[in-house]
Structures are given as C-alpha cells and as structure tokens.
C-alpha cells in the first residue's frame, strides 16, 4: 500500500532528510585515518538528539546502532563497531535515518578516507551519477521501472554491477514503505509515480561482480568476491508538474568535506 503524502508532510519529511544531511556532513568531517567507526556513530547519535530528533535505526529491527558504517567490501548495513579503525585509502558508506514530528529521514553518503586510488574515486562518482540520473526520472507519469533501468544503464556503462538483493523504498511515517524502488530494471515498467509519493533511491553498486554474500552478524552485506562497493542515497517527492524535489541535500555535505 503506497501512501501517498500532503504538502505538510512533505515538508516534515525535508526536515528530517535535511537534518540527516547535517549529520553526514558532521560525520564527513569526522571520516579520517584513525577514527573508529563508532565513534562515527557517537558523533550521529549526540547530533541527531541535540537537534531533537530521534535516530530512527535504533532498534529497527533489533539493529543496535545509529549508523550503519560499511567500508570498503562492505556494501551496506556494516555495524559500527571500536575495531573498525578506518586507514587511508579506504571508501565508507554512512547511513543515517531521523524520526521527528511522526516522520522519517533516511539518506547515504559514501566519504573517501584521505587519498583514495583514481580506480576507486571513479566508482563513488559514478554511483553518485548514476543515483542522480535516476533521481532525474523520478516524476509523476513515469513508472518505478524507469528509476531502476536509468542507474542500471549508467552503473553498467562503466563496467560495475548493481546488487539486486536490496532496494530502495517508499519513505514516511516508516522508514520502509512501498513501493520498493530497485536500482535495475525495465523502462515502462513497475508502479505509477504519482504526486505525493516519497521515495528513497539508494544505488548499491559493485566495483566487481554482483554477488553478495551476508555476513553471520544478521547484519552486514560484503561484495562476494571482496572488491568494494559503493551506496548513495537520496529521498525524494514527487510532484505534480515540477521535476523531482529532493529532500536530501549532498551540497551541506560536500561544503563540509572541502574546509
Ligand atoms: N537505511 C537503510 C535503508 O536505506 C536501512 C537501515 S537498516 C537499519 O533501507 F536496520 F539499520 F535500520
Ligand atoms: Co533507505
């Protein structure tokens, strides 16, 4: 069941997205050789409640963090952990979700540490494209199917693949509404899009092949054969007659990294 959101709502669910942006970038500014990934998530976690907010992961589903920290290999859900000491080189994926005023926020970035590789550089700038041209089909008229074909196309392009064990989801008062939005697919195809609607495209894309393997802590899903992934998320409405309206903002993020 696709529920479909007011203008209020919407507005709700910006603060949310928005306030899920200003932590990634307080985290972002955190992602250095040395640091812990949970230390990582203290960081969201005292961010989050200090802007009276509540970190909407917590204890979904028994999950027992703010963030989910997944580097390198680790695709998505990676668990924070002391022992998880990022070093120069590395690629990590943050995850955060809010829930305030009866809505949830849920966006990703994935930071490089320090110097990473151009091989590797080259995989965070197409994910991000690639969730950017499927953002761009995000508009009423169009099906679910189109935002799925247009990041497969462009992630394929340049010679990675797109993990189809997970997916993208509609967003509101849960975190995880329907329609399920996947990062592959046929043009035309799938549900309606339709004003009101509020979805999260979240391309996980694999620098090698597209087998996931999920790790025995419930939780954290690693690429297969090892070589590294790439997650980018963004919610966005729908609108009647406008292009997509995107609720998340990466430019906070990315003012952050430069200073
Ligand atoms: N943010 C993830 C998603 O986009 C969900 C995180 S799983 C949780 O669907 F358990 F950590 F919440
Ligand atoms: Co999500």
Redesign the pocket.
């Known amino acids: 069941m696709i529920y479909l959101k007011t203008d209020e709502e919407i507005e709700i669910l910006r603060e949310n997205n928005l306030l899920v942006s200003a932590t990634l970038a307080e985290v972002g500014r955190h992602v250095k050789a040395g640091v812990s990934t949970l230390e990582l998530d203290r960081i969201a976690e005292e961010f989050i409640r200090s802007h009276g907010a509540e970190p ?2 917590l204890g ?2 028994g ?1 027992p ?1 703010t963030l ?1 920290v997944s580097v390198n290999e680790q695709i ?2 990676g668990i924070p952990s002391a022992k998880t000491i990022l070093k120069d080189g590395d690629i990590v994926s943050v ?3 809010t829930f305030m005023k009866g809505f949830c926020g ?1 966006s ?1 970035y994935t930071f490089a540490v320090g110097q990473i590789s151009s091989e590797w550089e080259k995989l965070l700038n197409v994910t991000k494209e690639a969730l950017y041209k499927g953002v761009a089909q995000a508009k009423a008229g169009n099906r679910i199917g189109d935002i799925g074909n247009a990041v497969q196309e462009h992630a394929e392009k340049h010679g990675y693949s797109v993990v189809r064990e ?1 997916v ?2 509609g967003l509101g008062r849960k ?2 509404e329907d329609p399920q939005v996947p990062n592959y697919g046929a043009r035309g195809r799938g549900p309606l899009l339709k004003k009101g609607m509020v979805i ?1 495209i ?1 391309p996980m894309i694999n620098m090698g092949s597209r087998e996931v393997v999920f790790e025995r802590d419930g ?1 954290t899903v690693r690429t297969r054969d090892h070589k590294p992934a790439a997650h980018f ?1 963004f919610a966005v409405a729908i609108t009647e007659h406008g292009g997509p309206d995107v609720l998340t903002d990466f430019g906070i993020i990315e003012r952050a990294l430069k200073n």
Request: aromatic letters at 18%; hydrophobic letters at 25%.
């Open positions: 909407s992961f979904y589903e999950y963090n989910c998505v859900h995850d955060c979700g849920d990703a997970l993208g989801h975190m995880h999260c979240e939780w998320e």
